[in-house]
C-alpha cells in the first residue's frame, strides 16, 4: 500500500514552454502533498506544500507564478513549470501523506531538461 | 528550528562488511525521525522510522538504526552489506506535534560498496 506515482518519469522540453507534472496518490487519499527539487548530488528541498482544495504554501525563495501547483483532488497534485528555461531542469518528486500521519510516501521523481 | 547532519558525503566499504552511517539531529521538540534511500533516477524508498517505544528499529534490507537520545543520533547500522546496497541515504526530521510537519532532510551519505 501507499503508493505514490509521478508522471512523466522524463520530460523534455524547450526553453519558454511549459510542463505538467502529476503526482498521485494511489491506494489512499492524501491530504496533503508536498513538492521537492533536488539538484545532483544534493539532497530535497522542498518547494510547496499543498493541502487538498488549498491554496499551495511556498517555501521562501520559490517563485509560486513559475511553479504552479494544484491539488484538486484527495488522488491527485500537479506541478507546472511555467515559461521553464536551462536553470530550471532538475528532478522534481512529489510526496503525500494522510491527515494524522506523520510519514511521507514520495514518488519516483520526474527529471526535466529544459533545452 | 530542526536541523539533520550526515557528516559523511561518502562512505566507501567493501562487500559483506559492516557499515554505519551517521546521522545527528538538532532540535527543540520532540522529533520523528526517518532514514530513505534512493537509487539513482529513482525517488526516496522509507528503510526505517522511530516514532516511539524502543530505541533500536530494524527495518528493509537488513538495515537497523539506534535513536540516542542523548547524543542526538540515529545512526544506520547495516552487519553485512552488498553490492545492491550502493545508494544515497538521506537521515530526515519532523517535530513529533500536530499541525503542519515539515520534513528536514539531512545533506544525504552516498555508501558505495566495492566488490
Known amino acids: 500500500g501507499a503508493v505514490v506515482s509521478q508522471h512523466p518519469s522524463w520530460v523534455i522540453c524547450k526553453s519558454g514552454t511549459s510542463v505538467k507534472i502529476e503526482c498521485r496518490s494511489l ?39 513559475k ?21 530550471d531542469s532538475s528532478f522534481y518528486i512529489c510526496s503525500a501523506r494522510t491527515v494524522n500521519s506523520y510519514e511521507q510516501y514520495f514518488g519516483p521523481g520526474t527529471r526535466l531538461t529544459v533545452t | ?20 552511517l551517521r546521522c545527528n539531529y538538532s532540535s527543540s521538540v520532540s522529533v520523528y525521525l526517518f532514514w530513505y534511500v534512493q537509487y539513482p533516477n529513482q525517488g526516496l524508498q522509507l528503510l526505517l522510522k ?54 528536514t532532510f539531512g545533506t544525504g551519505t552516498k555508501l558505495q560498496v566495492i566488490p
Open chain 2, 1 to 20: 528550528a530542526q536541523s539533520v547532519t550526515q557528516l559523511d558525503s561518502q562512505v566507501p566499504v567493501f562487500e559483506e562488511a559492516p557499515v554505519e
Open chain 1, 67 to 87: 511553479f504552479l501547483i494544484n491539488h484538486a483532488s484527495l488522488t491527485l497534485s500537479t506541478l507546472t513549470v511555467t515559461s521553464a528555461h536551462p536553470e
Open chain 1, 27 to 65: 491506494d489512499f487519499q492524501a491530504t496533503t502533498m508536498f513538492w521537492y527539487r533536488q539538484f545532483p548530488k544534493q539532497s530535497l528541498m522542498l518547494m510547496a506544500t499543498s493541502n487538498e482544495g488549498s491554496k499551495a504554501t511556498y517555501e521562501q525563495g520559490v517563485e509560486k507564478d
Open chain 2, 50 to 103: 522511530y516514532l516511539s517505544g524502543s530505541t533500536l528499529v530494524k527495518g528493509i534490507n537488513g538495515f537497523e538504526a539506534e535513536f540516542n537520545k542523548s547524543q542526538t543520533s540515529f545512526h544506520l547500522r547495516k552487519p553485512s552489506v552488498h553490492i545492491s546496497d550502493t545508494a544515497e541515504y538521506f537521515c530526515a526530521v519532523i517535530h513529533a506535534g500536530g499541525g503542519y510537519q515539515k520534513v
